[in-house]
């Protein structure tokens, strides 16, 4: 917000990753040296990572490149004994059936592994159009064939490779987010990827290492920006995909992208940001982003500032250090700050009462550091816990007047969850206090 407005910034977050990624935003170079890096980047380590998805052509048998794979889960029907995957369900209203004997299937029906069901590729010997799709039980024959020999054949491949460059496997931390993780069996950040995208990824995070330090800043901050859309978190809805954020959800259809393909694509809306940042005459801006918590800045004297903006966590709902693992541990800056987190969550013995303590810490630390005057803006929404009016109680306890209280504001581009569920807030909440 300073930054778009050309004024001085300070920045404070406890998550590392958090840190690490603002300050990127911040100081992103001119789109051309993104461009540049990204381009040495592909002409080092990119015929490694396009072997990984090679295939071949069932038009031309010329080559052809993996744009991305289907794989379901394999379930079974408790009726039946019916073997089939998560792709084959077909749904009767709400409720979810066997494709063979029209049983109800239960909620969380009991998986038995994973199986690649299609490919999506594109020829790379002119054959118009030059994408397409088949699957193993495909009407053309040739395309099955091809399919089960070269698809297949890659994946088998792959898995018997070993990953030639360092990658993180520190172990997820025990909490509300993470038990959908132990749930499938995923302990580790490195199982939270499939074999091909986790050795693809770790040759670019391998590569991005040897770029030059302003390259290796912009690099990195692209490739944190790939990695939740190259994990098994990636879903596959025709015409689309996507992930659902705030949670671990590993949707029982999934995509599996072409690493290189995917950062391409985040590097082109990087380098066009960026552009579009540096055209303003005030970028980068007069900014500091460090690793600090607001229940304690001691860094900034009394009556230092003339806005503060609050995007405090709501109580249960978003797990940051729980969440930001997966960065935190390819960025290598995994530490135990949840203990510090402010949030409410029986997993980790973090009470409702230690969540008001610490959110009247924060308010007593920016009613000190607002001038006389001053004004903090905070967005909250969380109709649960009764934890809104716990919260307004305490910044007025600190001293603040409430110029406005939770007016809605509604964003450009709505998640998953709010486009598809009718119960899910459309809008973000905005209170205005005051320091008098």
């Known amino acids: 917000m300073a930054a778009m407005m050309g004024r001085s910034g300070i920045g404070i977050d406890r998550s590392p990753a958090a840190v690490f990624i603002s300050n990127g935003a911040l100081n992103l170079p001119p789109g051309t040296e993104i461009r540049k890096a990204w381009s040495r980047l592909v002409e080092t380590v990119g015929p490694d990572i396009q072997a990984l998805y090679a295939t071949s052509c069932h038009r031309c ?44 299937l239960p909620r969380s029906p009991k998986r038995f592994g994973a199986r690649a069901t299609e490919t999506s590729a594109q020829c790379e010997s002119g054959c118009k159009p030059a994408i397409f799709r088949r699957r193993g039980d495909d009407a053309d024959p040739a395309a099955a064939r091809f399919f089960h020999e070269y698809d297949l054949g890659k994946v088998r491949d792959v898995g018997r490779m070993d990953v030639s460059c360092w990658y993180p496997d520190d172990r997820f931390p025990s909490g509300l987010k993470t038990a959908e993780l132990f749930g499938r069996g995923i302990r580790t950040t490195s199982a939270l990827f499939s074999r091909r995208n986790l050795m693809a990824m770790a040759l670019l995070r391998h590569a991005i290492d040897k770029l030059p330090q302003r390259q290796w800043e912009a690099m990195l901050f692209c490739f944190t920006a790939a990695l939740t859309s190259t994990s098994l978190k990636s879903q596959h809805v025709e015409g689309g995909g996507g992930y659902l954020s705030g949670m671990y959800y590993i949707p029982p259809v999934r995509k599996e992208r072409n ?59 978003i797990q940051f250090s729980e969440l930001n693992f997966v960065w935190e541990s390819w960025l290598g800056l995994v530490e135990d700050w949840g203990s510090e987190e402010i949030v409410i969550n029986r997993v980790r013995n973090k009470s409702p009462k230690q969540w008001r303590d610490k959110m009247g810490q924060v308010a007593d630390e920016v009613y000190r550091v607002l001038k006389p005057g001053g004004h903090a803006a905070l967005t909250y929404d969380d109709p649960r816990h009764g934890t809104w009016p716990v919260l307004l109680g305490e910044f007025e306890r600190a001293g603040f007047e409430t110029v406005s209280a939770g007016k809605p504001f509604t964003v450009r581009q709505h998640t998953f969850v709010q486009r598809r569920s009718p119960s899910a807030s459309r809008a973000d909440s905005l209170t205005i206090f005051r320091k008098p």
């Open 259 to 317: 690493a290189l393909a995917s950062m391409g694509r985040i590097v082109s809306q990087v380098a066009r940001g960026a552009d579009e940042m540096h055209s303003t005459g005030n970028f980068p801006p007069e900014t500091w982003v460090g690793l600090g918590s607001a229940t304690d800045l001691r860094v900034l004297r009394d009556d230092a500032i003339d806005l503060a903006f609050l995007d405090p966590p709501y109580s249960d709902k």
């Open 61 to 104: 048998r010329g080559p052809a490149t993996v744009r991305y794979t289907v794989i379901a889960d394999l379930l079974k029907c408790p009726d039946c004994g019916e073997e089939f995957t998560a792709a084959d369900v077909y749904k009767k209203g709400r409720s979810r059936r066997c494709s063979d004997c029209n049983a109800k």
